[in-house]
């Protein structure tokens, strides 16, 4: 036991994040700076220059930008300027949150004679593959079952250190899911605007809706490039008027705790912290199978349509507006479901005790 205290005492975590991760994934984040500020653990954070740190994170933890200077051919005088000011820390140990920055987690992991684990939350193409050393990371952090087996495929030699954590959320005490009977119906959905064929089903079914008769708002959140045909897309379905498009808006749990309906109208590659924090509300989910799908259990946990079928998508919104107490059921079902595998608690000592065995 006390050797396992001097051990705790040790340690010593620097957390690399991308500009990607520090957007998405900033509420599990900020529950990991938490709690390892609540366990004693001294913590650096290294994310790109422009990253919102100073809204998002709490904590002692102290926040390095990388890259320092931004030229062309300095990447390597980048990676010496950060390993000098990590030297000053001492970590003990490296924590890559995203395949993303997994070369630099590699480069990093060298020069200072490091253990590293890396984070890797979605699914990759054998063409996709990123750099991973054999030698000096000791574990491969996945939030999903998918994207496990899918790394064990991918980077076979690394099978034996795949870990699944789940990512950690607090759920409400409360359903949020038509728990007012006399309000009009909010439906809420978050994906990017890259591609305005997307929402074309999404925005069909709306229009049909609204012919049979239904009642509703909704919100879209993104960004992207195909914003402006989206606009257009919306004044020619005559949408205007109850569809509203926003860019992912702060604090975003408290948007999507105003939704009855949470849509994911395409599957995603990666995990999707919306569409957990949407469970977590008591937001009733309508998805469909794909890519990292392991939250989407039909008729439990979510309704489930063909992203390409209209008279799909259509059913299963009809059945959620329709039978409200079947939606508010699912929601139910998801909020129960996390609390029993999504405890933020049990994501940070899993974290915690994964930099541990890391270190050997």
């Not at 469970?279 to 392991?294: F, I, L, Q, T």
Request: hydrophobic share 45%; aromatic share 6%.
């Amino acid at each position: 036991m006390a050797s396992e205290v001097v051990k705790k005492k040790s340690l010593r975590v620097a957390l690399i994040a991308s500009e990607h991760t520090v957007r998405e994934y900033s509420a599990s984040l900020k529950l990991l700076l938490v709690g390892l500020a609540d366990e004693s653990v001294p913590t650096v954070l290294i994310c790109p220059p422009g990253c919102d740190s100073e809204s998002m994170f709490t904590g002692s933890a102290e926040v390095i930008s990388h890259p320092a200077l931004d030229l062309p051919l300095s990447e390597h005088l980048n990676i010496r300027l950060l390993a000098q000011r990590l030297a000053k820390f001492e970590p003990t140990v490296l924590h890559c949150l995203c395949e993303g920055k997994a070369s630099l987690a590699r480069q990093l992991a060298r020069r200072m004679d490091l253990p590293y684990v890396l984070t890797v939350n979605s699914v990759q193409g054998r063409l996709e593959q990123f750099s991973v050393s054999p030698r000096r990371c000791k574990r491969i952090i996945v939030p999903a079952k998918t994207i496990a087996d899918n790394m064990a495929k991918t980077h076979q030699g690394f099978a034996e250190r795949i870990e699944q954590i789940n990512i950690g959320t607090f759920v409400a005490e409360t359903c949020g899911c038509f728990t007012h009977p006399g309000r009009i119906a909010t439906i809420v959905t978050a994906h990017p605007f890259d591609d305005a064929n997307d929402f074309e089903n999404l925005f069909g079914v709306l229009r049909h809706l609204l012919i049979d008769g239904y009642e509703f708002m909704v919100v879209v959140a993104g960004d992207g490039r195909a914003e402006r045909h989206l606009w257009k897309l919306l004044t020619a379905l005559s949408l205007l008027q109850v569809v509203t498009m926003v860019p992912r808006l702060k604090p975003w749990r408290s948007v999507l705790a105003a939704g009855d309906i949470f849509i994911r109208p395409q599957p995603r590659l990666a995990f999707d912290p919306s569409l957990l924090e949407a469970m977590s509300v008591g937001a009733a989910v309508a998805g469909c199978k794909g890519g990292v799908d392991d939250l989407i259990v039909e008729d439990r946990m979510a309704v489930v349509f063909d992203p390409k079928d209209e008279l799909s998508m259509l059913r299963c919104l009809q059945k959620l507006l329709g039978k409200r107490e079947f939606a508010r059921q699912i929601a139910r079902n998801a909020q129960e479901y996390l609390r029993e595998n999504h405890a933020a608690g049990n994501m940070i000592s899993a974290t915690i005790q994964a930099y541990h065995n890391a270190q050997g």
